[in-house]
């Protein structure tokens, strides 16, 4: 009776210490660490919610871990940050929302790092691009195409289903544009998109090519060389950075109005364009 009675003290003195190990955290420090971050104190949040994940369990101890990560991310610290998405998404998060925000900022700053000269980051983005979420999928393709070429060209493929699938105008735009700087032949797809669906494509009665070339100092090879569709060009004009349409102001032609002008070009005009530093850059249609 007697060792009964003892065991059921012990399954009882259990119980008790398993239930104080799930206990919830003080509410008063997500509510402290929450209040801060958005006070854009983030290392001192950082400090918080590192405080509430050593005392929450499940769901609580998730949400502390992720915004652990986006204070040192706010904070600037990439790698820190990284690690830390990492480590939430390791936990097997039971919020979906919370889970996809965090994979993409992962591959954002897998991107930011991957410029920085961190090559090793490269293999997030790539996994980005088969990710079960639209929203991961589609900002992997777009952070790889800003990558330049040789990595880019890896995202044509979900930048073409963008262009085919998508309703929102400023995505799909993107998406161009994106392809427009890793590979311009590959715009074929909006057209072969257009014809499989039958959606009415860009205007067809313009079939001229727009030609741009820009050649180094030194030498007589084109570093750079873009063949596309009159009616595709417009959006390389709208990817042009400030730095360019300033260059183009001070060579005498209005930046805003530029591309209108363009196209009333007959078909051997040439546009030459000798840069600051002896770059010459040529743009013609045929």
């Known amino acids: 009776m007697r060792a009964r ?6 399954l009882a003195a259990a119980a008790a210490g398993r239930a104080a190990s799930v206990r919830a955290a003080d509410p008063e420090l997500s509510r402290k ?26 769901l609580e ?3 502390a871990a992720f915004w652990i990560a986006r204070s040192s991310e706010s904070l600037g ?3 820190r940050a990284f690690q830390e998405y990492g480590a ?3 936990r097997r998060p039971a919020d979906k929302a919370l889970a996809e925000e965090a994979r993409t900022n992962r591959v954002g700053l897998a991107a930011q790092l991957y410029k920085a000269g961190q090559r090793r980051h490269l293999d997030v983005l790539t996994a980005g691009l088969g990710d079960p979420s639209r929203t991961v999928r589609y900002y992997s393709a777009l952070q790889l195409a800003g990558l330049g070429p040789d990595v880019g060209r890896r995202a044509i493929p979900i930048l073409c289903r963008v262009v085919a699938e998508e309703k929102d105008e400023d995505l799909v735009d993107r998406a161009k544009l994106a392809m427009l700087k890793v590979d311009p032949q590959a715009l074929a797809c909006v057209q072969s998109s257009v014809k499989a669906e039958g ?24 570093k750079v060389s873009i063949n596309v ?6 959006l390389l004009f709208k990817s042009l950075p400030e730095e360019a349409k300033r260059d ?3 060579k005498g032609y209005d930046a805003d109005n530029f591309w209108a002008q363009l196209r009333k070009l007959g078909p051997t005009e040439i546009i030459n364009i000798e840069g600051d530093e002896g770059e010459k850059i040529q743009i013609w249609i045929e």
């Not at 959606?199 to 084109?222: K, Q, S, Y």
């Open 229 to 234: 569709p009159m009616t595709l060009a417009e």
């Open 248 to 250: 183009l102001r001070r």
């Open 61 to 63: 101890a998730d949400q």
């Open 77 to 79: 610290e990439g790698e």
């Open 88 to 90: 939430f998404l390791a």
């Open 5 to 10: 009675l003892a065991l059921a003290l012990l």
């Open 199 to 222: 959606r009415p494509g860009p205007p067809t009665g313009d079939a001229r090519m727009l030609r741009v070339r820009i050649f180094e100092r030194t030498g007589g090879h084109a």
């Open 33 to 58: 660490a929450k209040a801060l971050f958005f006070d854009r104190r983030y290392s001192e949040a950082r400090d918080a919610w590192q405080a509430v994940l050593r005392s929450a369990r499940g």
